[in-house]
Every structure is written in structure tokens, then in C-alpha cells.
T-cell receptor, first 112, second 112 residues
Framework: GAVVSQHPSWVICKSGTSVKIECRSLDFQATTMFWYRQFPKQSLMLMATSNEGSKATYEQGVEKDKFLINHASLTLSTLTVTSAHPEDSSFYICSARGYGYTFGSGTRLTVV | KQEVTQIPAALSVPEGENLVLNCSFT??????LQWFRQDPGKGLTSLLLIQSSQREQTSGRLNASLDKSSGRSTLYIAASQPGDSATYLCAVTQGGSEKLVFGKGTKLTVNP
């Protein structure tokens, strides 16, 4: 079946640094990639939608300059959290739109 | 704005019991509804997808129903097993949008 590989699965970084999260669709072409954030005991909240070769569309309240999304190919999308702060600590997960929705395994980001 | 609510937030049952998880949504103009399973610190696995024109879907021991007019869906799990322990998420999409709107989930624990 369709697989999305997400890396890293967890990362700890210092406040003020940047972190890049990658999502790769392994056996299909992901025309659209969705990036979600999930705080403890909360719903997955959509942050942005990206289509290959075009700029991402961000949800209201999500800072596009802080959460940089690149969808340069049909199999790779990246989310970079720039100048991370402790409040950015969360579980980030991608979802690729190919045949239905295929989710990555998520990245647990802890900013100290 | 679409809101998805899941009740109960947590459920603990003995192995072998049949159980029902509930999902409600505020805007009945949905395109489809999906049930997902999320294991701790992991991604989401799609369980069942119900199109807005359908009333139910079945897969093995799982049965999901949809009453679009009342804004409700249920996930029925028959003969529960410890391996069913996970968080179950309900999500809807609106017509014309690929965005998934998630509930907060129901954390299920099946005790051996």
C-alpha cells in the first residue's frame, strides 16, 4: 500500500534554532501534502497545504515565515520550523494526497 | 466553521466486549467521513471511509455508520481485543475541499 516516510521521528533542539522535517511518498506521487500539528489531548490541526511546485497555503493563525514548507517534487515535502521556541513543541505529522490520505508516522519536536 | 466532537474522550473495556464510539459534526454538508486509528507517537491509519451518500461501511470487526442529516457517525467494534487499544479519530471533509477536520479522538483501552 501507499507509504509516507517521515523523518525524524523525534528531535530535541535549542530555542532559536531551526528544524527540518521531511516527508517522502515512497511508492506514489503526492500531488498535495498536508501538514498538521497536534498538541497533547487535542485534535490534529491543519497548518498548511502544499502542492508540488507552488507556494503553500497556510491556515489562519499559522505564520508562514516561521513554518517554511517546500514541496519541490511529487515525492518530497519539507517543513522547516525556524527560530523554534518552546511553544512550538508539538507533534507534527504530514499527510499525502494520492490514493486517499496517507499519513506519515509523525515527528515529536521538543524545543528546550 | 465545521467542528467535530468525539465522545467519550476515553474508554476502557474488558476484552471481548462490543463497543461504540461516537462522532458528531456541526455542518452536515460533508463530502465524506473517515475513521482513523492512531497508536501512541505514531501516524494515522485509515480504517473506514464513508461517502456522504452512504449509510455505513464495514471492514472485519469494524462497522461505521453515518447519519448525515443529524450530523452523527458511530464506529462499532465487535469482540474487542487488546490489540485494538489506540486512539480513534473521526474526520470529515467538506465538499470542494480536501481538508480533513478532526475530532480530538477517543482513547480506547482493551484490557486482557
Amino acid at each position: 500500500g501507499a507509504v509516507v516516510s517521515q523523518h525524524p521521528s523525534w528531535v530535541i533542539c535549542k530555542s532559536g534554532t531551526s528544524v527540518k522535517i521531511e516527508c517522502r511518498s515512497l511508492d506514489f506521487q503526492a500531488t498535495t501534502m498536508f501538514w498538521y500539528r497536534q498538541f497533547p489531548k487535542q485534535s490534529l490541526m491543519l497548518m498548511a497545504t502544499s502542492n508540488e511546485g507552488s507556494k503553500a497555503t497556510y491556515e489562519q493563525g499559522v505564520e508562514k515565515d516561521k513554518f517554511l514548507i517546500n514541496h519541490a517534487s511529487l515525492t518530497l515535502s519539507t517543513l522547516t520550523v525556524t527560530s523554534a521556541h518552546p511553544e512550538d513543541s508539538s507533534f507534527y505529522i504530514c499527510s499525502a494526497r494520492g490514493y486517499g490520505y496517507t499519513f506519515g508516522s509523525g515527528t515529536r519536536l521538543t524545543v528546550v | 466553521k465545521q467542528e467535530v466532537t468525539q465522545i467519550p474522550a476515553a474508554l476502557s473495556v474488558p476484552e471481548g466486549e462490543n463497543l461504540v464510539l461516537n462522532c458528531s459534526f456541526t455542518d452536515s454538508a460533508i463530502y465524506n467521513l473517515q475513521w482513523f486509528r492512531q497508536d501512541p507517537g505514531k501516524g494515522l491509519t485509515s480504517l473506514l471511509l464513508i461517502q456522504s451518500s452512504q449509510r455505513e461501511q464495514t471492514s472485519g470487526r469494524l462497522n461505521a455508520s453515518l447519519d448525515k442529516s443529524s450530523g452523527r457517525s458511530t464506529l462499532y467494534i465487535a469482540a474487542s481485543q487488546p490489540g485494538d487499544s489506540a486512539t480513534y479519530l473521526c474526520a470529515v471533509t467538506q465538499g470542494g475541499s480536501e481538508k480533513l477536520v478532526f475530532g480530538k479522538g477517543t482513547k480506547l483501552t482493551v484490557n486482557p
